[in-house]
């Protein structure tokens, strides 16, 4: 049940930042969701690697209905998000380096890059 108010004339008003069913976001953090009480993180992909993730947008339930718990899990799964985005966008320039040295010629510049496999 969201919480309500009265403001100085008795009226009631709700609360926003309190509102536990209607999946809108929560005041002063945009990305922080919540349904039927439930904290939800929702992040848009940025659109330089939406096409590597597959999506636009990404949710992930933050697994607590107290507030307080769940400005502590955004913050650590936001930037967990971020760290996984610069892994992609790490991956995919280094996919573009070797392909452009593969066009070029320089196949021994490719085959320095690779791991090497020791015997066991």
Partial sequence: MPVVA????GNQLLRRDC???SGEPVAHHPNLTTREGTFYL???????IARDVGRSHLVR????KDRRVALTRFRIEQARLEREWETVRRQRSEIAHTRQLLAS???EAVMNRL???RPV
């Fill in 42 to 48: 929702r992040m848009r992909v940025p659109v330089d």
């Fill in 6 to 9: 009265q403001d100085t004339d």
């Fill in 61 to 64: 339930s933050l697994r607590t």
């Fill in 19 to 21: 509102d536990t069913s």
């Fill in 105 to 107: 010629g320089r196949v």
């Fill in 115 to 117: 791991p090497v496999e």
